[in-house]
T-cell receptor, first 110, second 111 residues
């Protein structure tokens, strides 16, 4: 079965600082990969998905970006964090019908 | 656009049965999922329905009616550990396997 590694688990960053969250996948090749954000009191919001190396689709306009430098690596970045970027970020991989989630990164922007 | 509705919170008694409803209006439908998410943790897969009817898996069952845009998750013999948020998600499109999630239903199981 697939295993999603995501780090760090928690992160406190000041407004205006950069961000880099990394996700790696084990147990599969050529996975579809996703970044979701879960803000307090809100559902999981799809931010980016990727069907292959260098292929990124963005679902919502924002100051975040994503990259997929390797088949099983997916990175979420920002050049300058906003307070509204606080939330619980989840990386996911799919093998129909299931989606497998990493353990998440709780980001607090202060 | 996509719209998935489910109750915000529910409370049920240990040992009882609870039904969590989900209604959806989406452009394109390719399956409905239920996930369980304990506070501060990642969601875990519970069930998947793509055809109408009831899917049973142990204490958990999930029902789908595509014509009504309706699903429910049925939890039997509730245990305290079932206290969690339950997320309804719809897969749209056969290619990218994107999931659109509802806001989740927070279930509290009381003694």
């Amino acid at each position: 079965s697939q295993t999603i590694h995501q780090w760090p688990a928690t992160l406190v960053q000041p407004v205006g600082s950069p961000l880099s969250l990394e996700c790696t996948v084990e147990g599969t090749s050529n996975p579809n990969l996703y970044w979701y954000r879960q803000a307090a009191g809100r559902g999981l919001q799809l931010l980016f998905y990727s069907v292959g190396i260098g292929q990124i689709s963005s679902e919502v306009p924002q100051n975040l970006s994503a990259s997929r430098p390797q088949d099983r690596q997916f990175i979420l970045s920002s050049k300058k964090l906003l307070l509204s970027d606080s939330g619980f970020y989840l990386c996911a991989s799919t093998r129909v019908p299931e989606a497998f989630f990493g353990q998440g990164t709780r980001l607090t922007v202060v | 656009g996509q719209n998935i509705d489910q109750p915000t919170e529910m409370t049920a008694t240990e040992g009882a049965i609870v039904q969590i409803n989900c209604t959806y209006q989406t452009s394109g439908f390719n399956g409905l999922f239920w996930y369980q998410q304990h506070a501060g943790e990642a969601p875990t897969f519970l069930s998947y329905n793509v055809l109408d009817g009831l899917e049973e898996k142990g204490r958990f069952s999930s029902f789908l009616s595509r014509s009504k845009g309706y699903s429910y998750l049925l939890l039997k013999e509730l245990q305290m550990k079932d206290s969690a948020s339950y997320l309804c998600a719809v897969r749209i499109g056969a290619g990218s396997y994107q999931l659109t999630f509802g806001k989740g239903t927070k279930l509290s199981v009381i003694p």
